[in-house]
């Protein structure tokens, strides 16, 4: 076969993507094209016309007339030669035409000499086949100038119907795609109306959540903030039960429990069985997860409980629904369960509701925790004030009654006895004080331990010196087990002591007179225990774990002469606790008698004790005399008592009371000691030690501040005004004595 493929402009991709475009290949026949062909072999005169459309690998007829099948292959087809000539074929004996002589329809049935083929093209230049007329016999003249014509209009005839069709497809199709555009605006519109109605229904639930978080947050008690939790649930779900139950650390023997029912459930209200943590409700609480059951799931839940004994006065359940509250820190504070929806089952968006209802009744519950934890802290510094107000009036009514006496009595042996009363008497007024402030500073993290080797020996010594006055008084009889002497710590003697004392002091206390204390050192592997065990009054089981807290005294029928201000024990555990240790108190009840026992690490080495302890006694008599020393304190009488034992010791004092004259007199007396309060009228003692240090002429002073504050950071400010010491009030006459001795022996005389 030949072709001249030159001739063309298209590929044959294209064309049969064109041909592909009228969609009407394998259509059936239809009378517009049936009735051309007919037309065409009536006036040609011919027995075969057809329209053939050369598709892929075949010819079609979309219709013919004279050959009786509808499609045919490509190798016989004249057609497909035709289409590659511009303006058609004419072949008018196809015997004499090489293209052709061997062609199976010319060599065999039905014997075809004659073939017209006008091109059946499309507006863009694709030939799609032909309108052809065959003949089985040859027409040497080929086809009339008429014929030509008729044939050329009608083979536009044909083009013109394919291309009607396309247009309607096309249009069909646009059709088509306008509908499906348009139901999917339909179901485009019903979701927006239908997230429209869901948003309103969202908004209306976050308002009721909303009011019920106002509710909540107006009341103050867990107990009434679990009632209305439980109405606002049940309100808000739309359920005819509520419960909730609000645990300390899932303790379900404290929990507080509130239950809402409604009509439906009323002869229930009643039903007051309490939780005990065993049910599947535990398992919320231990998960802190929400659970969403139906009833069947409930009842197959391998943790469900039937409820036993109390089944019949349980109101009967329908689907159960359960939130945790969930406190700070993600701590468990207790749940809440629902039963039995109004309507359905439980869906997620009950879940997400209840679960913000439980988030709001925590932060509820969690301020109302607060709230009465701050209230009973008040409740305890009211009562802390009035004792410590009592407690500061007893030793100051002894002392003043005391003055008063020595301002009349001659007798020196009665004197000296009223002194020591006096005496005693202040020494307890500055340990309270002085225990007042070690609270404080222990609370802070600011006491700084003087850590050595200390042994077990020598705290119990150092505790028993001071306590021993108090157990011969109260006549008790006190007995220390043999204490191993290879046993140390790593710790602070005095601290230590001062801890162990305080107990010590208290079994004296809280033991009726003449009781029997015992205190014994026990090792127990890598600590030691120090065992203080009397046969006093006993603590009682609820009280046992609170006596260590700030304040707290128990009982308020103990004769305040015995008892102290509720801090002793606080600072006991708190100084053994900042050593590594613990305090444990222990009683079988009242009347039966306390043991307490301090736990501390032992220092794992056993080298024999070294340096003995200096149990700092105060010295009194100084071998330093005649300085020139200033007394600076508005307190007239704070002066006068300091500057009459220098001049008993054998210096000279100048006694100043505000800041302005202190300057004035440190330039006429040059002094090589100033004693200051740093709280002075018209200059502070920083501004007055600031000056005097600015001033040459009095290099090499001693400054030291005499004041009532004591903390790190009022240490830092006197040091940063230049002082070189600072006491705090009521100065200890030891350690002034001690400083003058250390300051004029191992300097320089100025
Ligand atoms: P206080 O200054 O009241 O003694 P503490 O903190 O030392 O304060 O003790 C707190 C409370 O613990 C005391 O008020 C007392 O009720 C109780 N307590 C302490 N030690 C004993 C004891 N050995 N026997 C009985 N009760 C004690």
Known sequence: MHCNKLDRDWSESDRLAALDRYGILD???????????????????APIVAVNLIAEGRQWFKTEIGLGVREMPLDASICAVAILQPGGLVVPDTTQDSRFNCNPLVTGAPGLRFYAGELLETADGYPLGTLCVLDTKPRPEGLTTQQHLVLKTLAHQVMAQLELRRAVGEQEKTIAQYRRIEAELHAERDRSHQ??????????????VATAARTINAVLSRKSIAQVVVEESRQLLGVHQAVISLTDDQDW????????????YAKYRSYSEEPDGSGIYAEVCRTNQPMRLTQQDLEHHPAWKGFGRHAPSHPPMRGWLAVPLVGHGGKNLGLIQTSDKYEGEFDEQDEAILTQLAAIAAVGIENARLYDSLREQDRRKDEFLATLAHELRNPLAPIRTGLEVLSFVDDAGRATQIRAMMERQLTHLVR???????????????????????????????????????????QHRLSVLPIDASLFVHGDLTRLAQSLGNIVNNAVKYSPRGSAIELSVLREQKDVLIRVKDTGIGITREMLPKIFDLFTQVGHSIDRAQGGLGIGLSLVAKLVEIHGGRVIAESEGLGKGSTFIIRLPLLQDTRSPTASLDNGRRKFESTVKGKRIMVIDDNVDAAQALSILLEHAGHHVTTVHDGLDALQAAKDIMPELIFMDIGLPRMSGYDVAAALRKNPALNGILLIATTGWGSEEDRRLSKE?????HLI????????????????THSPAP
């Open 721 to 725: 005004a230049g002082f070189n010491h």
């Open 195 to 208: 997230l429209l109605e869901n948003e309103k229904q969202h908004a209306k639930v976050l308002g009721n």
């Open 432 to 474: 309270l004080v002085d225990d007042l402030m070690d609270v404080a500073r222990v609370s802070q993290g600011k006491v700084e331990l003087k850590r050595e080797r200390v042994s077990l020996r020598s705290i119990v010594e150092a505790a028993l010196e001071s306590s021993r006055p108090l157990i011969e008084a109260a």
């Open 729 to 744: 009030k009521p100065v200890d006459i030891g350690s002034v004595f001690k400083l003058l001795e250390q300051f004029f």
């Open 27 to 45: 259509t059936p026949p239809e009378p517009a094209f049936d009735e051309i062909v007919q037309l065409v072999s009536e006036l040609l005169a």
């Open 253 to 264: 023997s404290q929990a507080i429990t509130a239950v809402s029912l409604s009509e439906k």
